[in-house]
């Protein structure tokens, strides 16, 4: 596989320099251990480029796919604290006490790009385009998406945040590629700005995928977390972890493009919380967005928003139908315009302090004489007999957005098959990939009784017909038959020299016998009218179709040139 004309930085052509004129690339610069030295071949198809990030998981490089002639991203599985190079720099050895970790880590690293490679139709997922296993490790192999990081696009625009309606265009796509990711097990665990990227596009798209151990303080590898997003579960706590975990990153990192500030980190805020909504903010950010986010930054995670499509609904609404009761983030703001919010002051000026003092007052006065209205009706209420309570407390479940997810997936994970009985259908569907959901029985968002039926259409790929034999049929029983095969047919007449029957089928395309997607076209060419006799002689005789002596009738027209 030559490559000796391509920048190892960035897979763009050299033209024989020294020094790539695109990103700054050094032709003979080396790759230091333990990464993969450049230009070392993988899969027998990608050229291993520069280093783009690495961490306690594995190393990501610019790579080169040969066949497509494109860059990609190559995701290697290089878990440090076990992994090592043997003497040709490029197989990974694993001492014997800790095989049985190693290869612990490596499957969860397959099954997480396995399952990632599945899902499909989202703008906000890098698409994974390979996933090989050779010298003793794993290599994942990703759509290369000339990019901005988040962080970097925020610090390099004009203010340095965002404005709502902006940040909504961006991040709502990266919920309905989470509320998925979530439903078939997987959580990302490490949403920041820096795994966030923009594209020229415009498209925001998530990036930074890693096994949970990497995720966690005292899980045995280096953890990588990442300060003002990652929520007080992951640094060690006692406390669960889940799509809550998300949430929580997810709703920080909002915070980040809306008000300009890194969030205060989650363990500051255990023991001391300041984090806040500056007033010149909370002006412009729409009162359902701020409650979002209050919801979604709690630092206990019982206290927070449970899941994605939680926060998708909270995100969604509008100022009219939302009234905030919750003050669990400091603002300075005094909303006129939308609906009222909670706000606490750090200190109270004297007109405050009078005002707090009259409503307290007036307040015990209320409660007074609802507490003696009350006593009224207790002592001279008619006694009546006690109403037993024969409900049950049903839980109740939220339905999630499954359509376009592997369903395999759905019916091998135990926590929905614990929400809902799974029942599913087949049927044909050239849009949808074989195998994953076409539609759901139930509505999104929807709430059931837990073990509610809940029924799927599985997708069975195309279906595909044999282009049945028409011809010599006359044309309009020729597309009859054809439409009711399932095709669309497309008629084109042919010329006709008087010798075949007009209006009857000549030819097919594709030609008969040929299998095809129901709902392709197809096209038959019918013989058209025969010309009329303007009676020159051609040189026949109508009985033995005599030729002219010294005339070759194939090559009759050149006497008309």
């Not at 396995?114 to 899902?119: F, P, V």
């Not at 340095?160 to 989470?178: D, H, I, R, T």
Request: hydrophobic letters at 40%; a negative charge.
């Amino acid at each position: 596989m030559n490559c000796d004309n391509l920048c190892m930085g960035c897979m763009s052509e050299l033209n024989g320099q020294k020094q790539c004129p695109n990103c700054g690339h050094y032709v003979d610069s080396p790759q230091i251990s333990p990464y993969l030295p450049l230009k070392t071949p993988i899969g027998g198809r990608y050229i291993v480029g520069k280093v783009i990030s690495s961490n306690s998981e594995g190393i990501s490089y610019m790579a080169y796919d040969v066949d497509k002639k494109s860059a990609v991203v190559l995701r290697e599985f290089f878990p440090e604290a076990v992994a090592k190079r043997k003497n040709n720099k490029i197989s990974v050895m694993v001492e014997e006490s800790y095989q049985e970790s190693y290869f612990y880590l490596l499957n969860d690293f397959l099954d997480m790009w396995r399952n990632i490679a599945r899902i499909r139709g989202f703008s906000a997922l890098i698409p994974v385009l390979d996933i090989i296993e050779e010298n003793n490790t794993a290599y994942a192999v990703m759509e290369y998406i000339e990019s901005l990081t988040l962080r970097e696009f925020l610090l390099r625009s004009k203010t340095g945040y965002l404005n709502w309606e902006k940040a909504k265009q961006l991040f709502m796509p990266v919920l309905s590629l989470l509320s998925n990711l979530h439903n078939i097990g997987i959580i990302h665990y490490g949403i920041s700005p820096d795994t966030l990227l923009i594209g020229r596009d415009g498209k925001l798209r998530l990036s930074g995928f890693c096994i949970s151990q990497v995720r966690f303080e005292h899980n045995g590898l280096r953890p990588e977390l990442f300060d003002g997003y990652t929520p007080l579960e992951q640094y060690g706590y006692s406390l669960a972890s889940g799509e809550w975990s998300d949430v929580y990153a997810f709703c920080a990192v909002i915070y980040r493009a809306l008000v300009g500030s890194v969030p205060q980190d989650a363990v500051s805020r255990s023991t001391n919380d300041k984090l806040i909504i500056p007033a010149r903010y909370a002006e412009i950010i729409p009162v359902y967005v701020i409650n979002a986010l209050m919801n979604g930054l709690q630092i206990d995670p019982q206290e927070r928003t449970k899941d994605i499509e939680a926060l998708r609904e909270e995100l969604s609404a509008t100022p009219s139908n939302v009234v905030s009761s919750y003050s669990g983030m400091n603002t300075s703001r005094d909303d006129k315009k939308d609906a009222p919010v909670v706000v606490t002051y750090d200190e109270d000026s004297p007109w405050q302090t009078i005002l707090k003092t009259f409503l307290i007052i007036i307040g015990v006065g209320l409660i007074g004489f609802a507490g003696w209205m009350i006593y009224d009706r207790v002592i001279n209420a008619p006694e009546e007999p006690p109403v037993e309570d024969t409900t049950d407390e049903v839980e109740m479940v939220e339905v999630p957005d499954f359509v376009n997810v592997p369903f395999e997936l759905i019916a091998q994970n135990p926590v929905q098959n614990e929400r809902f009985t799974i029942k599913s259908v087949s049927e044909y569907n050239a849009k949808i990939e074989k195998g994953y959901i076409v539609s759901q029985s139930i509505k999104v968002g929807t709430k059931v009784p837990k073990g509610t039926e809940i029924t799927f259409v599985i997708s069975k790929g195309p279906e595909y017909v044999v282009v049945p034999s028409v011809i010599d049929l006359d044309a309009e029983t020729a597309k009859t038959q054809l439409e009711e095969a399932g095709f669309v047919v497309k008629v084109i007449e042919k010329t006709n020299d008087g010798t075949y029957t007009a209006n009857t089928v000549a030819e097919v395309s594709p030609e008969v016998g040929t299998s095809l997607v129901k709902g392709s076209e197809i096209q038959i060419y019918v013989w058209g009218e025969a010309p009329e006799d303007n009676g020159f002689d051609w040189g026949f005789d109508d009985d033995d179709n005599d030729i002219i002596p010294g005339i070759d009738f194939d090559n009759i027209f050149d006497l008309f040139r």
